[in-house]
């Protein structure tokens, strides 16, 4: 049976799409993990990056963190945190948000650090404070990249948060890890499917936000 075969069967099954296993259901607690590990990682890297990036400071740290944190395992922090911890959500939400934090802190900090300092010199000579200069000059100028670590950060969170299904937990890696387990690969794949459109439905959400968010100027000069 090919694969087109599997997700025809998968999807066609009436039976995918009620009760606590349903399609819906898992979906939602994808979504919910996803949402939370996001907002926890933005919390960490949006407001260190923006500071790093404006005071010119801290890149080396900014470069440590972010190795440090893709060079860890999801899935062997996601046991340690297992073993740890024990059963719950925490330790879901440790390997993704590690995994998250890089992105994100990296191209926030790059995108305000390589804004044109003229308008930036411009604001400080008219007597704009700090704060000011951040959110009103370089923030509008650097947020199509940070938008674009934001994306990424949220599909990688998206395409691992499957791994919440290895700690008894739910979501769209329910049906990978249980279909492995029956060996139901009509499952497996069908599973993987919506992972993918999951995937591709968050690339088609940024892609709006920066569309809505992004000054046209700005955008332009981006492209």
């Given at each position: 049976?090919?694969?087109?075969?599997?997700?025809?069967?998968?999807?066609?099954?009436?039976?995918?799409?009620?009760?606590?296993?349903?399609?819906?259901?898992r979906?939602?607690?994808?979504?919910?993990y996803?949402?939370?590990?996001?907002?926890?990682?933005?919390a960490?890297?949006?407001?260190?990056?923006?500071?790093?990036?404006?005071?010119?400071?801290?890149?080396?740290?900014?470069?440590?963190?972010?190795?440090?944190?893709?060079?860890?395992?999801?899935?062997?922090?996601?046991?340690?945190?297992?073993?740890?911890?024990?059963?719950?959500?925490?330790?879901?939400?440790?390997?993704?948000?590690?995994?998250?934090?890089p992105?994100?802190?990296?191209?926030?900090?790059?995108?305000?650090?390589?804004?044109?300092?003229?308008?930036?010199?411009?604001?400080?000579?008219?007597?704009?404070?700090?704060?000011?200069?951040?959110?009103?000059?370089?923030?509008?100028?650097?947020?199509?990249?940070?938008?674009?670590?934001?994306?990424?950060?949220?599909?990688?969170?998206?395409?691992?948060?499957?791994?919440?299904?290895?700690?008894?937990?739910?979501?769209?890696?329910?049906?990978?890890?249980?279909?492995?387990?029956?060996?139901n690969?009509?499952?497996?794949?069908?599973?993987?499917?919506?992972?993918?459109?999951l995937?591709?439905?968050?690339?088609?959400?940024?892609?709006a936000?920066?569309?809505?968010?992004?000054?046209?100027?700005?955008?332009?000069?981006?492209?």
């Amino acid at each position: 049976m090919n694969v087109l075969h599997y997700i025809s069967s998968f999807f066609s099954d009436s039976s995918h799409w009620h009760g606590y296993d349903g399609i819906p259901t898992r979906l939602r607690e994808h979504i919910q993990y996803s949402l939370i590990a996001l907002a926890i990682a933005a919390a960490i890297g949006l407001p260190v990056g923006l500071l790093t990036g404006h005071t010119g400071r801290g890149g080396n740290t900014v470069a440590f963190v972010a190795t440090a944190g893709r060079a860890l395992p999801s899935f062997g922090l996601l046991v340690l945190m297992f073993v740890l911890l024990g059963l719950g959500l925490t330790p879901v939400m440790i390997p993704l948000v590690v995994l998250a934090v890089p992105p994100i802190l990296v191209t926030t900090y790059e995108a305000v650090r390589t804004v044109d300092p003229s308008p930036v010199d411009a604001a400080r000579g008219m007597g704009m404070a700090e704060s000011r200069v951040l959110f009103q000059v370089e923030l509008p100028v650097a947020l199509p990249l940070i938008l674009s670590g934001l994306r990424s950060a949220a599909i990688q969170i998206v395409s691992t948060a499957t791994i919440a299904a290895y700690v008894s937990l739910g979501g769209l890696g329910r049906y990978i890890v249980d279909g492995l387990y029956q060996r139901n690969y009509e499952k497996v794949v069908g599973g993987a499917s919506l992972v993918a459109i999951l995937a591709l439905v968050t690339l088609g959400f940024f892609w709006a936000v920066a569309r809505f968010t992004v000054s046209p100027g700005v955008r332009r000069r981006a492209l």
